[in-house]
């Protein structure tokens, strides 16, 4: 039997698409490539799920899993051609135990959902990417996923418990629980952010946070983009983590600001929102250090936050950023790099040498408290040479940001976009080790194939992995 | 003729036997990663097996393992590299956590190790996966692996993660080699988050955890012995002041963790954070000395004087809910297994391990299911 | 031509559109989003894929509630570039069942006997007590007001043009819910306005719109463009309509300036009403759930104003669900989409039923149907004005 009948099968024929129209739509996440989808199916339960896997593994064909496809760096878009794992649908109730302050909730939750419906609990899943209103937990595992509230809070594996997940073979495996430290070697930590390569993650246990009592939001205005950079460092230098440290440039603010018309400032050179949180007399405390420290280091204007409304609002404005650029140009290439944040002044104004060294405009949005970039390149692909361009300014600031001791990817994932940079901060016999750790959980190479790992990182001398027997 | 081979490769690193270790042919402390690298690569040639020893404060866990050469970390014990404003350090794995702590305190900082180390090294405690107290508050002590070097079990030297607090650049090899007890190689090398050290500490005693763990706002832990239940608390004089209101009572300036127990038999319950009061009425009515970290599901506890049976009864009840019962150290009179059941996801660990140590070179057999 | 290429281009996938789609959020499938609309759209226009049933189904499948609109960074016009799309499909289409669709829309509405014939049809099923036995694709007829057999209140065509407002009366909104009319000229008229229904206009043709029946809704703004010259005010009391009508640039010539001119009932008493123009009732009577009618609420970016005339009246009102997620009324997709429509109506009857109270406002006709359709006799519903104007008069 074909591939698609034997999918249709196990699901039926509505959730199985195979009509050339139905994989184009299904072709490309939120990034910029796309790939050729075979057919891309929903299962509603982890045995479907792994029925799924069962099938794609006797066609030999490889799996993508995919949530609602928000991702940047084309995690969930083939690389050859591939059967496309939707799990948007893998949401069955949630398991919430509110005293041991942790849920079991299906791939397929929103990440925003999660905070919101558990709102009356007065918990939350700290994790909060941009995209966090659509994207989906099964995502955020794959990718790690970031967001503002990471810099205090640690990236989305530290609110991972337990998985449950599929593996290459079709089989179910549970990693972890609410009980801490589990037994023998912890896959968790790899299975999250390992972009689908490693199983197919169908439920994940997830870690909450306590509300707080209170919140204070800043805005801080700054002449110089070096004055708002410096306030950073020298409010982590002053022994605090805030929330949340965010900083913007002028372009993105004028951008942001024709989208939400919210009277944002759109005369500074640059504009930092800070975030405390905490019992009211800390985060009274606190909000009034970073207040004096921000003018100390050139603020112009420093506005606490007067009302829930105002602080959802400042909210708002950061997380737009992507979306309000896309008005700015039909095309636009987001970048993603780490570096220490000692090195953020330096690299920033780099990038901006970048930027006008190749004419391409930029727009700026750091989580400067973890010294994560995001420069937004808006360019036309339709202008000759452009592309080209923006992709050699793309590498540079790539380099730029290895050279002062970065890594390739804050928060997004090395993905198929910088599965070949990888060499630059991983030399073979360490991309070897990925690989043989990889090979470990997908022999057959089925699971997301082309992604993370360049070609050829196995060494080809080291074979299959012999069978530990016991 | 091993002897030679491997006298001519790593002579100068020999060391006098380690008391309290294992029988073991070899003692060798590397001073490099590529010496420890090189003597992983020579065991794995000639099916050798290899010992990790770091402050040999948590021997006593896992399987027995029975070494050839007994691998100490003693000589690869610098800080290499603190960068207080990036809130990072890179420390090789010999370092003393007393020493690196106190080290970090006169920056302000803290790395969260384990509180009552001892002799514990940094190497020892993460591999361990030993968190410490304050948990609760900062997460277990993975969460602070940035960036590992390793030698693995064959001898290659691998780098995973990266020297900084925000990254996603391939596989989290710094996590998954915390907590494997020395199964894939030995750590030369790693990268750790810091914190800032709180300007004030403070302690109060309180008569019921569970509602002080829910009127605390983020406590550093909550713990109970029978002799006491209290809620450690940091921050400002004026945060201080603020919780302790929330929670009621009287504070005392400081934190006294509780001390070790002492015990021929020290086992650890790690169960769903909700059950931690069901499992401190149990000790304390049959009077075993205890220590349960509320919000986090740990409870450690002295044995001796329970029955074999009732923890075995015990081990099959908290497993059973998907927890576990391990041992922290065990009189020789008594067999208990030191793991309890081997988790479900055993045949993938297994293969993960031989991904990393093929010749079963690095603590061979100390975790469950063989590895 | 819409959609044109520059709208097509303007989508850069970001996916936030995702999560305010109720077709989404039911099937969690790319195919039923407003993403994957874009992308079929584009797909369609350059000739890449072929525009055939499975096309057709997507877009028919899709509400037009346009609450993508209002979460879509790049300001993708979502509802013209549907309505276009879907006015393609419908030149190529031939079917009977879209030929009759397409008449009942464009041609039905416009005929007041007709209507009339409808209404006693209704009234007679609502007192024969037959209206369960109906198929199911008809059920919102139990959703209907209860009509009445004779005398009608529907509000004939009068106004010299001396009138300061002309109230657009509509096709089914005159004949079901003249209510609704009476309120609006109610308290129009206490706040000093005199309010005409100009003679010669016609249904709005919101409804042709969404349908893909350009022709006939080019015809009918073209008529009301002309009906409504000289008003300084151009009101409708039905959230569809005034949605359409703020459009009627994209439908005929003189367009803009009718759209220019118009306002949905809500937002213009509600402005009357924070000028002190209109009283504020001083009883605290209950609380009152608002519903958000899509073409009130994501179209035109209405969300204060029937609140504030709820509390104007005097009572409270209560929210039913933070995201404005559709009721599956949508026009005619309560009738041709009926299954998708119903697991809508019923979750949005359990988000109504959460509150706790009995009183329903919702701005719009269609919701109204469906609300009621839904809900059992326990729960009243109108539209907020009427709500207002029981209160002050």
Redesign the interface.
């Known amino acids: 039997m074909s591939l698609v009948a034997d999918l249709r099968a196990v699901l039926g024929s509505d959730r199985v698409h195979s009509h050339p129209l139905q994989v184009r739509v299904y072709n490309k996440d939120a990034g910029v490539t796309s790939g050729e989808v075979l057919a891309a199916v929903l299962p509603e339960t982890t045995q479907e799920v792994a029925a799924c896997m069962r099938v794609a593994k006797g066609h030999g064909v490889p799996v993508v899993p995919r949530g609602t496809g928000t991702g940047l760096a084309g995690g969930a878009v083939p690389v050859e051609p591939a059967l496309l794992l939707v799990m948007t649908r893998l949401d069955p109730p949630w398991e919430v135990d509110h005293l041991s302050r942790c849920a079991w909730v299906g791939a397929g939750a929103l990440n925003l959902d999660i905070s919101r419906d558990l709102a009356h609990l007065g918990l939350h899943f700290a994790p909060d990417p941009s995209s966090q209103a659509a994207c989906t937990i099964g995502g955020n595992v794959g990718t790690n996923a970031g967001g503002p509230h990471c810099l205090a809070e640690g990236l989305t594996v530290a609110h991972i418990l337990g998985l449950e997940m599929v593996t290459a073979d079709g089989d179910v495996v549970v990693l972890g629980g609410a009980a801490p430290d589990p037994v023998g070697l912890d896959l968790r930590g790899v299975v999250v952010g390992s972009e689908g390569t490693l199983g197919i993650v169908t439920r994940v246990l997830v870690k909450l946070t306590e509300n707080p009592p209170a919140v204070r939001t800043l805005l801080m205005t700054f002449d110089e983009i070096e004055h708002a950079a410096a306030t950073v460092s020298a409010v982590i230098a002053a022994g605090i983590i805030p929330a949340a440290l965010e900083l913007m440039d002028q372009a993105m603010v004028v951008a942001v600001e024709r989208f939400l018309k919210a009277d944002l400032p759109v005369e500074a050179a640059g504009i930092l929102i800070a975030e405390v949180v905490g019992l009211d007399e800390a985060v009274a405390a606190e909000a009034a250090i970073i207040e004096r420290i921000g003018r100390e280091e050139g603020a112009t204007s420093v506005r606490i936050a007067a009302d829930e409304d105002e602080r959802a609002l400042l909210w708002r404005a950061r997380k737009s950023a992507f979306g309000a650029v896309a008005q700015a140009a039909p095309n636009y290439y987001l970048h993603d790099t780490a570096v220490p944040r000692t090195a953020l002044v330096d690299v920033i104004k780099k990038i901006y040498e970048i930027g006008d060294r190749y004419g391409v405009g930029m727009l700026n949005v750091y989580h400067a408290g973890d010294g994560n970039l995001h420069p937004l390149v808006a360019y036309d692909a339709n202008e000759p040479g452009k592309a080209e361009q923006v992709k050699a300014a793309a590498d540079e600031m790539v380099r730029v940001s290895i050279e002062a001791g970065g890594s390739l990817t804050g928060e997004h994932g090395v993905g198929l976009e910088k599965r070949d940079l990888m060499h630059l901060v991983f030399d073979p016999i360490d991309l070897d080790a990925q690989a043989r750790l990889r090979g470990a959980f997908d022999p057959n190479g089925l699971l997301n194939p082309g992604k993370v790992l360049p070609r050829g990182s196995r060494c080809s001398e080291f074979g299959m992995l012999p069978e530990v027997g016991e | 003729m091993i002897r030679q081979e491997l006298a001519r490769l790593a002579g100068s690193l020999f060391a006098d036997p380690i008391p309290d270790a294992p029988d073991a042919e070899f003692t060798i402390a590397p001073k490099t990663a590529e010496d420890a690298a090189a003597v992983l690569g020579f065991a794995a040639t000639n099916g050798l097996r290899i010992l990790f020893w770091g402050g040999g404060t948590h021997q006593a866990m896992g399987y027995r393992v029975e070494p050839d050469i007994i691998m100490s970390s003693a000589q690869l014990d610098a800080v290499a590299d603190w960068q207080p404003e990036d809130l990072t350090v890179v420390v090789q794995p010999g370092v003393r956590v007393t020493d690196l702590e106190a080290r970090l305190e006169q920056g302000n900082q803290t790395a969260v190790l384990p509180e009552d180390a001892g002799s514990a090294t940094i190497g020892g405690v993460i591999a361990a996966g030993i968190s410490g107290w304050r948990r609760l508050r900062y997460g277990p002590s993975r969460d602070r692996m940035l960036e590992v070097r390793l030698a693995t079990g064959d001898g290659r030297l691998v780098r995973g993660g990266a020297r900084l607090v925000k990254n996603v650049t391939g596989y989290d090899l710094p996590r998954l080699v915390a907590g494997s007890f020395g199964s894939l190689g030995m750590i030369t090398e790693m990268c750790v988050k810091l914190w800032p050290s709180p300007a004030r500490l403070a302690m109060v005693r309180v008569d019921d955890p569970e509602r002080a763990l829910a009127r605390a706002y983020r406590p550093l832990a909550l713990i109970e012995t029978p002799a006491e239940t209290v809620v450690y608390l940091a921050g400002s004089e004026q945060e201080i002041a603020a919780q302790v209101l929330r929670v009621g009572g009287e504070a005392e300036s400081g934190h006294r963790w509780p001390e070790p127990l002492v015990g021929n038999t020290e086992l650890i319950l790690r169960v769903e954070p909700s059950a931690t009061s069901m499992w401190a009425a149990t000790m304390r009515k049959i009077d075993v000395d205890f220590q349960a970290a509320y919000g986090v599901g740990e409870i450690r506890f002295v044995a001796d004087g329970i029955e074999p049976e009732e923890l075995n009864r015990w081990r099959t009840s908290v497993e059973r809910m998907g927890g576990a019962m391990v041992v922290s150290r065990v009189s020789d009179d008594f067999y208990l297994d030191p793991w309890g059941a081997a988790p479900t996801s055993v045949g993938l660990q297994r293969r993960v391990k031989a991904a990393f140590d093929p010749r079963r070179v690095a603590n061979p057999g100390i975790l469950p299911g063989g590895i | 031509m819409v959609p044109t290429q520059a709208q097509l281009?303007?989508?850069?996938?970001?996916?936030?559109?995702?999560?305010h789609c109720p077709t989404f959020r039911l099937?969690?499938?790319?195919?039923a989003s407003p993403?994957?609309r874009v992308?079929?759209m584009g797909?369609v226009a350059t000739g890449?894929?072929p525009s055939?049933d499975?096309?057709a189904g997507?877009l028919s499948f899709c509400l037009g509630c346009r609450a993508c609109e209002a979460?879509?960074?790049?300001?993708i016009p979502f509802g013209l570039m549907l309505e276009g799309s879907r006015e393609q499909l419908a030149r190529g289409d031939s079917s009977v069942e879209g030929k009759m669709r397409r008449l009942l829309v464009g041609r039905v509405l416009n005929m007041r006997w007709m209507l009339k014939m409808a209404t006693l049809g209704i009234a007679l099923l609502q007192r024969f007590r037959v209206v369960g036995l109906l198929p199911k694709r008809l059920r919102s007829i139990r959703g209907l007001r209860r009509q009445r057999l004779i005398a009608s209140r529907s509000v004939q065509p009068a106004g010299d043009g001396s009138g300061s407002i002309a109230l657009l009366t509509g096709c089914v909104m005159n004949e079901w819910f003249p209510e609704v009319h009476e309120a609006t000229r109610g308290v129009l008229e206490t706040a000093g306005f005199t309010v005409d229904a100009p003679p010669g206009q016609q249904c709005c043709g919101a409804l042709a719109a969404h349908e893909g029946a350009g022709d006939a809704a080019r015809r009918m703004a073209e008529r009301n463009v002309a009906a409504f010259s000289g008003y300084d005010i151009v009101v409708a009391d039905a959230a569809g309509c005034s949605a359409h009508l703020k459009e009627y640039g994209e439908w005929a010539e003189g367009g803009e300036s009718v759209a220019g001119r118009t306002r949905d009932i809500t937002e213009f008493v509600a402005e009357l009403i924070a000028d002190d123009k209109l009283p504020r009732s001083e009883e605290t009577r209950g609380q009152v759930a608002v519903h958000d009618p899509c073409h009130l609420r994501h179209a035109q970016r209405i969300v204060a104003a029937p609140r504030e005339i709820v509390r104007a009246a005097g009572y409270e009102p209560v929210e039913i669900d933070?995201d404005g997620l559709c009721c599956g009324a949508a026009g005619l997709y309560m009738v041709y989409q009926y299954e998708t429509a119903d697991q809508l109506g019923e979750r949005k009857k359990s988000e109504i039923k959460a509150t706790g109270t009995r009183l329903v406002v919702s701005a719009n006709p269609g919701c109204e149907i469906q609300l009621r359709s839904h809900l059992d006799g326990d729960y009243t519903v109108l539209h907020p004005v009427e709500l207002y104007w029981q209160s002050v008069r």
Do not use: K, N, Q
């Open positions: 281009d303007a989508c850069v996938a970001c996916g936030l559109c995702l999560p099937t969690g499938d790319e195919v993403r994957g992308v079929a797909a890449e894929i055939d499975v096309y997507m979460a879509c960074p790049s300001l933070p």
